[in-house]
T-cell receptor, first 115, second 113 residues
Framework: DAGVTQSPTHLIKTRGQQVTLRCSPK?????VSWYQQALGQGPQFIFQ???????QRGNFPDRFSGHQFPNYSSELNVNALLLGDSALYLC??????????????FGPGTRLLVL | AQTVTQSQPEMSVQEAETVTLSCTYD???????LFWYKQPPSRQMILVIR??????QNATENRFSVNFQKAAKSFSLKISDSQLGDAAMYFC??????????FGAGTRLTVKP
C-alpha cells in the first residue's frame, strides 16, 4: 500500500522565481491538503483540494496556487518567491468516505530554500 | 477559531521511563478529532494516535496512550517505556469536518540512554 509521496525532496530557488511541488496521495485517498512548516514551528494550512477543486484555503497570498488532477495527485505552485517562502512543504491525504476519514497521512515533505 | 496550545517546548525522559506531553485546545464544537503526530529528524509526520471527541474512552496504541479531558479541553500524550527511537518533535492537532488540521507549536522530546 503506497503512502503519500512528494517530489522533489529538496529544492533551491532564487527570489522572484517560480516553483512547482508535486504530491501523490495514499492509495484510495481523494483529498489532498498542503501545509507550510517553517523551521521550529508547527505546520500551517495552505489549501485543500477535493474533486479537482480548491475546497478550503488558509491565510496565504494568491502567489500560492494549486491543482488537483483526475488521479487525485496534486501540485503546489508558488510564484514570485520570497526569502520567507523557505520552509518544509508537506502534503497530506485523506478520504472523507473512510472510516478514519478525519485522519490525514503525510508525505515526507519538500524542503524549499529561497536565496 | 480553533487553536491548539502545547506549553512544553522541550521535554526530556530517561530510557524505559514514562513521559507525558501536554496539549490544550480551544473550540466551541462538540464533535471533532484530536491527534498526536511524531516528526523525527527525517521530517515525515507520522500519526501516533487519534481520539474521537464523542468517545469517552481514552485511545491507546501500544506504549502510547492519551488522557482526553473534554470539559477541560485537554489532550495529553503518555509514552510508556520510552525508547531512543521515540526522540522527535511531537505535534498535537485538531480537525473537524474534514477541514484544515490545526497544529500546536510542538514539543521536542529527548530520550536519554
Amino acid at each position: 500500500d503506497a503512502g503519500v509521496t512528494q517530489s522533489p525532496t529538496h529544492l533551491i530557488k532564487t527570489r522572484g522565481q517560480q516553483v512547482t511541488l508535486r504530491c501523490s496521495p495514499k492509495s484510495g485517498h481523494d483529498t489532498v491538503s498542503w501545509y507550510q512548516q517553517a523551521l521550529g514551528q508547527g505546520p500551517q494550512f495552505i489549501f485543500q483540494y477535493y474533486e479537482e477543486e480548491e475546497r478550503q484555503r488558509g491565510n496565504f497570498p494568491d502567489r500560492f496556487s494549486g491543482h488537483q488532477f483526475p488521479n487525485y495527485s496534486s501540485e503546489l505552485n508558488v510564484n514570485a518567491l520570497l526569502l520567507g517562502d523557505s520552509a518544509l512543504y508537506l502534503c497530506a491525504s485523506s478520504s472523507p468516505s473512510d472510516r478514519d476519514g478525519e485522519t490525514q497521512y503525510f508525505g515526507p515533505g519538500t524542503r524549499l530554500l529561497v536565496l | 477559531a480553533q487553536t491548539v496550545t502545547q506549553s512544553q517546548p522541550e521535554m526530556s525522559v530517561q530510557e524505559a521511563e514514562t513521559v507525558t506531553l501536554s496539549c490544550t485546545y480551544d473550540t466551541s464544537e462538540s464533535d471533532y478529532y484530536l491527534f498526536w503526530y511524531k516528526q523525527p529528524p527525517s521530517r515525515q509526520m507520522i500519526l501516533v494516535i487519534r481520539q474521537e471527541a464523542y468517545k469517552q474512552q481514552n485511545a491507546t496504541e501500544n506504549r502510547f496512550s492519551v488522557n482526553f479531558q473534554k470539559a477541560a479541553k485537554s489532550f495529553s500524550l503518555k509514552i510508556s517505556d520510552s525508547q531512543l527511537g521515540d526522540a522527535a518533535m511531537y505535534f498535537c492537532a485538531y480537525r473537524r469536518n474534514n477541514n484544515d488540521m490545526r497544529f500546536g507549536a510542538g514539543t521536542r522530546l529527548t530520550v536519554k540512554p
